[in-house]
């Protein structure tokens, strides 16, 4: 006799905020940014960033794009769609397991 797997998947969204506040005076948090979008990029693109702080808080903008949201110091609280009457979407599926 044939056997089967059903499977339930549920897809939802949930939305996270990491975030850092800074000081584009902040020649120290500057340098650790500068360090940790290094790694996160390729040197060359790095290299273009001045040495000094700049007082243009796109310039970091910039390289906060590149790191990875485990490295922001900060997160809110995760916001799930489905909790505020979001949609939740269901899939199933059903194959034949040898």
């Known amino acids: ?6 499977t339930q998947t549920l897809k939802q969204t949930v939305i996270q905020e990491f975030w850092e506040e800074f ?4 020649q120290e948090n500057w340098n650790r940014l500068l360090e940790n979008a290094a790694e996160c990029s390729d040197d060359d693109e790095i290299e273009e960033f001045p040495l000094d702080a700049p007082e243009d808080p796109e ?3 910039i390289l906060y794009k590149y790191l990875y949201y485990g490295e922001y110091k900060n997160q809110n609280e ?7 009457k ?3 979407e269901y899939d199933f ?4 397991v040898e």
Request: charged letters at 30%; zero cysteines; proline letters at 0%.
């Open 1 to 6: 006799m044939a056997k089967y797997k059903v």
């Open 23 to 26: 000081d584009t005076s902040d």
């Open 59 to 61: 310039l970091w903008l």
């Open 78 to 84: 995760d916001y799930w769609l489905s909790d505020i």
């Open 86 to 88: 979001g949609f939740t």
């Open 93 to 96: 599926s059903i194959k034949e």
